[in-house]
């Protein structure tokens, strides 16, 4: 039986929780956590500091990036402790001796459920024997496990905000456009998902269309107008990258 001792009670550290509840070789004997009362029922023992007398495997800070270093200071366990962040590097674990990373790379929300065997959970630690010891936690989490170092993690989480933010911020953005023309989304479904999937079975840049590939100015100056200036601001960056990649 694997011990787990769970940092934070965010998105990624209650779906953890609910993960490696189902899970009948992971037990998380030690959720801790700022808030005086767990939020969420369970029946993982809830603390408000580390318990140096409950003995645990490993140790998963699944905080907000800023505060992994200043977490990672205020407590001693010779316990491998890992941070989820894809751009903190393993070095902000110090001062423990065993560290590592468990970074799963999928966006968390609230109230949806995962299903984590698909999810690509990517590792890295500073022994062999460390991070065999991730290996067997994350494979009973999912198929998708992955050794990266510090550099590939940073292209990929950076790739992944491209991909996932703003993909989603621009998807807002075509909401607010069809709801101002009293018009609904859904008409747009068919084109976002046909290009969706070209873009996942090939080469996303040889599937680009539209006016700033062909440079269609007059187009492009009707779209402007009708944006507000934030929105334009980003529809003429956009426009002028799509340009040049398809002009060099």
Not at 18 to 44: D, M, Y
Not at 51 to 68: G, R, T
Not at 104 to 119: A, D, K, M, V
Request: glycine share 2%; proline share 4%.
């Amino acid at each position: 039986m694997m011990r787990i001792a769970l940092f934070g009670t965010g998105n990624l550290a209650t779906h953890f929780l609910k993960a490696f509840e189902e899970l009948e070789a992971i037990s998380c004997v030690q959720w801790i956590g700022r808030k005086e009362n767990p939020p969420l029922a369970n029946n993982t023992p809830y603390f408000n500091a580390f318990q140096n007398d409950i003995e645990v495997d490993i140790c998963i800070l699944a905080i907000s990036d800023d505060y992994i270093s200043e977490l990672a200071q205020s407590f001693k366990t010779n316990a491998l402790v890992v941070h989820t962040a894809a751009a903190q590097s393993i070095d902000v674990l110090v001062p423990h001796k065993r560290k590592g990373v468990f970074y799963p790379l999928q966006s968390f929300s609230t109230h949806q459920r995962l299903r984590w065997e698909n999810i690509p959970i990517c590792l890295e630690a500073k022994s062999k024997t460390d991070l065999d010891l991730l290996e067997n936690l994350a494979r009973q989490l999912s198929t998708e496990v992955h050794f990266v170092t510090a550099e590939q993690r940073l292209y990929l989480h950076t790739a992944a905000v491209f991909a996932n933010n703003f993909c989603n911020h621009l998807l807002g953005i075509s909401q607010q456009l069809t709801s101002n023309a009293a018009l609904p989304h859904a008409l747009l479904h068919p084109i976002i998902k046909e290009t969706l999937s070209h873009s996942l079975q090939s080469d996303a840049v040889k599937h680009q269309t539209g006016p700033a590939k062909r440079n269609d100015i007059k187009t492009q100056s009707k779209h402007i107008d009708i944006l507000t200036a934030e929105d334009a601001t980003l529809y003429r960056a956009l426009s002028q990258s799509i340009y040049k990649t398809h002009n060099k």
